[in-house]
T-cell receptor, first 114, second 117 residues
């Protein structure tokens, strides 16, 4: 059974710091992996989608990498800003089991203070 | 602007009552989903629909029901059989369901928070 784990559960950093959020998954049979952002009491916004054949994706100050064989992905945020404060979730889409759904991690709650 | 509208944003339910959460999308997406989010946990899939008049159970369908009579609408009913319904409910849609392409990237609504009194 696919399980997704995100470490750390919470993170507090000063503004300007570069930081890394981690996501691990137990089954490497995936189509893709997505990173989402969720503001308090709001829905999810898709940040980056990495296909299983890709190693990384970049969008502005965000860079996500994927190492499918080791079951790991990282989200790198450069020069963090207070506006980056949110919960970041990763999710994988399994390619086995005949079930088309996303498996989510519990998220990393990020606070960037001025 | 295209998007997903969920209503109501906040809902209170007495024990024994059924309540219905609305989800409407104007993205012309075929697939729609309902997720439940509890504190400290990842999102869990309740139901999904790949096309009008078709829907499938997710991991935690017990105590919930859905319908998909129109492409734009995918309402979720939380029945009295759901023993612990207090949670944040998220509706999502994608161009298609499943597969390896980017067409399955999900767009989410703003969510509905249900509290049982």
């Amino acid at each position: 059974k696919q399980e997704v784990t995100q470490i750390p559960a919470a993170l507090s950093v000063p503004e300007g710091e570069n930081l890394v959020l981690n996501c691990s998954f137990t089954d490497s049979a995936i189509y893709n992996l997505q990173w989402f952002r969720q503001d308090p009491g709001k829905g999810l916004t898709s940040l980056l989608l990495i296909q299983s054949s890709q190693r990384e994706q970049t969008s502005g100050r965000l860079n996500a990498s994927l190492d499918k064989s080791s079951g790991r992905s990282t989200l790198y945020i450069a020069a963090s800003q207070p506006g980056d404060s949110a919960t970041y979730l990763c999710a994988v889409r399994p390619s086995s089991g005949g079930y088309n759904k996303l498996i989510f991690g519990a998220g990393t709650r990020l606070a960037v203070h001025p | 602007d295209g998007g997903i509208t969920q209503s109501p944003k906040y809902l209170f339910r007495k024990e024994g009552q059924n309540v219905t959460l609305s989800c409407e999308q104007n993205l012309n997406h075929d697939a729609m989903y309902w997720y439940r989010q509890d504190p400290g946990q990842g999102l869990r899939l309740i139901y999904y629909s790949q096309i009008v008049n078709d829907f499938q159970k997710g991991d935690i369908a017990e105590g919930y029901s859905v319908s998909r009579e129109k492409k734009e609408s995918f309402p979720l009913t939380v029945t009295s059989a759901q023993k612990n319904p207090t949670a944040f409910y998220l509706c999502a849609s994608s161009i298609v369901a499943g597969g390896a392409t980017g067409a399955n990237v999900l767009t989410f609504g703003a969510g509905s928070r249900l509290t049982v009194l």
